[in-house]
């Protein structure tokens, strides 16, 4: 059993170090790595501070930007008298689909630019290219996890 709960630590620390590196704090990275190895019950802040290694209101604030980004929600197993908290079901669908207004935004910040460089040939190519990606993606991404939802 303590060989299990160590290889869960190890993992916590992966996906920690890879979502430090998209511009999460390690600890969140730590509580999602820690929840997607959990039970339908998750685990108290408390349970979470210990299990990472960290203190409860690092913790505290981290499932609060989790919850903010999708991926983690807030469960009360029956009877419980506190809030757990847990990776949802489709956790990163949920989260994907939250980050469709960033792809918005980022092609309302190349409109922006384009306004701003006129007819300046290399800086208006660089923003349409980055304005017609993002439109593409969202466009696409929603589709794709429509499809990827009628699938699984």
């Known amino acids: 059993m303590e060989d299990r709960e ?5 993992y916590a620390d992966e996906v ?38 960290a203190a409860k209101s690092s913790v ?4 609060q930007k989790l919850e903010l980004l999708g991926l983690v929600v807030r469960v009360r197993p029956h009877g419980a008298r506190r ?9 990163f669908g949920g989260a994907f689909r939250a980050k469709m207004a960033e792809l918005r935004r ?8 384009l306004q ?7 800086p208006r190519q660089r923003l349409e290219r980055m304005r017609d990606l ?7 991404f ?3 996890l429509d499809e990827w939802e009628a699938i699984r």
């Open 6 to 10: 160590a290889a869960r630590a190890a």
């Open 16 to 53: 920690g170090r890879h979502f430090e590196g998209m511009g999460l704090s390690p600890t969140a990275g730590r509580v999602v790595g820690w929840l997607l190895t959990a039970g339908a019950d998750g685990a108290s802040p408390g349970e979470l501070a210990s299990a990472v290694g």
């Open 60 to 63: 505290s604030v981290a499932l």
């Open 83 to 91: 809030d757990r908290f847990a990776a949802g079901e489709d956790v």
């Open 106 to 113: 980022f092609e309302e910040l190349a409109a922006h630019g």
């Open 116 to 122: 701003l460089v006129g007819d300046d040939p290399v």
């Open 134 to 140: 993002y439109a593409f993606m969202a466009r696409r």
């Open 142 to 144: 929603p589709e794709l």
